[in-house]
Nanobody, 125 residues
Framework: QLVESGGGLVQAGGSLRLSCAAS????????LGWFRQRPGKEREFVAA????????RYADSVKGRFTISRDSAKNTIYLQMNSLNAEDTAVYYC????????????????????WGQGTQVTVSS
């Protein structure tokens, strides 16, 4: 089970940090990450990391503004979002793979077996 928190309303240029607590410890090769679904759009990849090595991957649209990280002791991942703009308004979903994906698979929805309920992020301009 994945439980997201930290969403809300923020002004353009502001920051938010999302958290995702996993009820079960991730295995070393699992990938955990974030997708989002903007109004009227399909779900899209945002960021992911590999649990053991911590190597990360980002969508081009968020590179340099968003940072994904993990706290192994808390079995939790985070998404620090800075310089937010209206295009970032979306429901953000935490996700976890059941297998051990290679880097090129980390941005694909089919890689992930477990999904959180989503948290709304709204950026006002």
């Amino acid at each position: 089970q994945l439980v997201e928190s930290g969403g809300g309303l923020v002004q353009a240029g502001g920051s938010l940090r999302l958290s995702c607590a996993a009820s079960e410890r991730a295995f070393s090769g699992n990938a955990l990450g974030w997708f989002r679904q903007r109004p009227g759009k399909e779900r899209e990849f945002v960021a992911a990391l590999r649990w053991n090595r911590g190597d990360t991957r980002y969508a081009d649209s968020v590179k340099g503004r968003f940072t994904i990280s993990r706290d192994s002791a808390k079995n939790t991942i985070y998404l620090q979002m800075n310089s937010l703009n209206a295009e970032d308004t979306a429901v953000y979903y935490c996700t976890k793979s059941s297998g051990f994906p290679i880097t090129s698979e980390m941005g694909l929805p089919r890689t992930y077996a477990y999904w959180g309920q989503g948290t709304q992020v709204t950026v006002s301009s």
